[in-house]
């Protein structure tokens, strides 16, 4: 836990759970286990949970009464629509800055918000900063790779975070600046995503990103937005959302980022078509071009997936027997 020399919190973390019941705990070490110069506070918002998520919060809470502030929701809220951070988590925000981690994933370094912490107080004329996380398989822990768009310290443009997407970095490795969360622009309301807050982050100098890696972040958990996204219909209209977010990105910032909002739009409709398995309308339009820019090893799957499709599955069946 923290070794205080100042009385303010200086950091609050949000965390956000529900049916974390494997996971929460891997998450809350990663809280209690910090080491900084300044006081943080650790903000729960556990959304109704039926598992035993709420009670391993409280085991915890009992131990760090004065760190593990949680609220327990009788019934779901992301449900009827609310957004959790700005009506459950800002009014009670004491922190100068907010850090990211979900209920499923979790911190691996007892340093990480001392340093980003220090990084974001030599970069006044910044709002936001990331680090490099391990990318696991949540049924498995198995390795995936890291979510690591540069190798060394830098600052990512505005530009460079749009074109990015919203996997342009993991969200249990974002710490900004809390007026982030008090002057939200209207693309952030309408769209309250991880991707819209990395956009609104960067407007004013960029991203300052740090190579350390800080995290681990579970891939495909049961629940989360990667496993909902495997639904055509919600796929699109999350695709629709997000596409008019970026429109609207457009109009409050008086078409800066006409060019790369434009690809960025695109980009979503090449992987839409391409997990929905629509491989024709990759060839059309101004998709093509994107098709043409993809690697040969990828190509040469997409053509065997389009006209051999029996081919993968008898490799995957292979492949299930050997394991």
């Not at 039926?50 to 809470?61: F, G, M």
């Not at 429109?247 to 980022?257: I, L, Q, S, W």
């Amino acid at each position: 836990m923290c070794e205080t020399k100042h009385k303010e919190v200086a950091v609050s973390v949000i965390c956000n759970t529900y049916n974390h019941g494997p996971y929460i705990k891997d998450a809350l070490e990663g809280f209690v286990s910090q080491k900084t110069n300044f006081n943080y506070e650790v903000l729960i918002h556990d959304d109704a949970s039926t598992d035993n998520t709420a009670d391993i919060i409280r085991e915890y809470e009992r131990k760090y009464p004065e760190l593990i502030k949680p609220i327990y929701q009788k019934e779901n809220q992301y449900s009827k629509g609310v957004n959790i951070t700005s009506t459950f988590h800002l009014p009670r925000l004491k922190g100068r800055y907010v850090a990211l981690c979900e209920g499923d994933d979790y911190w691996t370094d007892s340093g990480k918000l001392q340093r980003q912490f220090d990084a974001m107080e030599a970069h006044p004329e910044l709002d936001i900063c990331a680090h490099t996380v391990s990318k696991v398989q949540a049924s498995n822990s198995q390795f995936l790779c890291n979510i690591a768009p540069s190798d060394k310290e830098t600052v990512f443009s505005t530009e460079e975070v749009i074109a990015g997407g919203g996997g342009f970095v993991a969200t249990n490795s974002l710490f900004y600046r809390r007026e982030l969360l008090e002057n939200q622009p209207e693309f952030l309301k309408y769209c309250p995503l991880d991707y819209s807050l990395q956009i609104h982050g960067a407007l004013r100098g960029g991203m300052l990103y740090l190579p350390d890696n800080m995290a681990i972040y579970r891939f495909l958990v049961a629940g989360s937005w990667t496993r909902r996204i495997e639904n055509k219909e919600y796929a699109d209209a999350q695709r629709y959302i997000i596409k008019r977010m970026l429109d609207m990105v457009n109009e409050e910032t008086e078409n800066r980022y006409a060019s790369v909002i434009h690809k960025a739009k695109l980009q979503l409709d090449f992987m839409y078509y391409q997990n929905a398995d629509d491989y024709k309308e990759l060839h059309t339009g101004e998709l093509r071009n994107l098709y043409n820019e993809q690697p040969m090893s990828w190509k040469l799957k997409i053509y065997i997936k389009e006209h051999f499709p029996w081919l993968l599955k008898l490799y995957r069946k292979c492949m299930k027997e050997k394991q």
